[in-house]
T-cell receptor, first 111, second 115 residues
């Protein structure tokens, strides 16, 4: 089965600092999703990456997909308290309709 | 309308009760999902419905019974649950069916406590 490993597990940064979260897959990636979750709430879609080398940005969040390395990175520039939450990467194992998630990275941004 | 609505938001039930969780979307999506999320864990897929037919059951115990009465509604019937079934239950939908579904839209979840 496909496993997604995220690092770090948790991250505490000062407001205004940049940070990067990584997601590495044990198998070939057929697309990679990034979601954000506030505690006890639903998941908010951030970005979907489908092709190797693809890079997408939304406001101050940028995600890249390295298909050869079977990994993706999520970069936040000039972090704000509103960026705090749990970031989850997701993928379809074997290209199936199932969407499985990594264990998440908990981000705390201190003002 | 880009929402997935789940009711109730909170549910407390005894082990002998029968209850249901409901999920509704009006985006015309043809795939709907149930996920279970325990504290500090990622969501785990339970069921997938494609065109109102059950396409994936991730070996979920029969005390959880899904139902898709029409393309907008998804229910999860609960019976004889155990305390370890206490969790956040998330519903999601996607426009595309099958591999590489594209974005899944998630509801806010129903927090279930089994006493």
């Amino acid at each position: 089965s496909q496993e997604l490993e995220q690092s770090p597990q948790s991250l505490i940064v000062q407001e205004g600092k940049n940070l990067t979260i990584n997601c590495t897959s044990s198998k070939t990636l057929y697309g990679l999703y990034w979601y954000k979750q506030k505690y006890g709430e639903g998941l908010i879609f951030l970005m979907m990456l489908q092709k190797g080398g693809e890079e997408k940005s939304h406001e101050k969040i940028t995600a890249k997909l390295d298909e050869k390395k079977q990994q993706s990175s999520l970069h936040i520039t000039a972090s704000q308290p509103s960026h705090a939450g749990i970031y989850l990467c997701g993928a379809h194992p074997g290209g199936s309709e199932k969407l499985v998630f990594g264990k998440g990275t908990k981000l705390t941004v201190n003002p | 309308d880009t929402e997935v609505t789940q009711t109730p938001k909170h549910l407390v039930m005894g082990m002998t009760n029968k209850k249901s969780l409901k999920c509704e979307q009006h985006m015309g999506h043809r795939a709907m999902y149930w996920y279970k999320q325990k504290a500090k864990k990622p969501p785990e897929l339970m069921f997938v419905y494609s065109y109102e037919k059950l396409s994936i059951n991730e070996s979920v115990p029969s005390r959880f019974s899904p139902e898709c009465p029409n393309s907008s509604l998804l229910n999860l019937h609960l019976h004889a649950l155990q305390p370890e079934d206490s969790a956040l239950y998330l519903c999601a939908s996607s426009k595309r069916v099958g591999g590489n579904t594209g974005e899944l839209f998630f509801g806010e979840g129903s927090r279930l406590t089994v006493l």
